[in-house]
């Protein structure tokens, strides 16, 4: 299943449990729904990561089990996986893109709502660093 297949299957089940909570007036564990809700919206990355990182600024915007969770994705966003970043630097530098560094790291240094940074070397021994966007 695709990333976005798996990141929809965990919206769809957030979504279920919150409205069963609601209309249903079944119990809710809070705590672990908005665990599940930031694991889901930091899979989606892009607007919907970066709205949540401000809805959880936002004073009394958002019950506290949620603002904390979604808090965490302003400084823990998880990093997209190797196979994304190679096909979207293949798209920005061309198929032959790993030959114009001495060495370019797989795993992401830090990772944000918009993009990541991978941490590379040029042929000249010059530190880089290399941000890939989503």
Not at 56 to 64: C, G, Q, V, W
Not at 84 to 94: D, H, T
């Amino acid at each position: 299943m695709g990333r976005y297949g798996r990141v929809g299957t965990a919206m769809g089940g957030a979504a279920v449990r919150l409205a069963g909570s609601r209309y249903l007036g079944r119990d809710l564990d809070r705590e672990k729904h908005a665990a599940d809700l930031r694991v889901a919206l930091g899979g989606l990355k892009g607007p919907l990561m970066k709205a949540a990182q401000i809805l959880s600024t936002i004073p009394d915007a958002l019950p506290k089990e949620y603002a904390g969770e979604l808090a965490q994705l302003q400084a823990n966003a998880p990093p997209m996986g190797w196979p994304f970043v190679r096909r979207r630097m293949a798209s920005e530098l061309g198929s032959d893109w790993q030959t114009k560094f001495r060495s370019f790291e797989k795993e992401a240094a830090r990772a944000a709502s918009l993009g990541q940074v991978h941490r590379a070397e040029d042929h000249e021994g010059r530190q880089l660093a290399c941000k890939v966007q989503y």
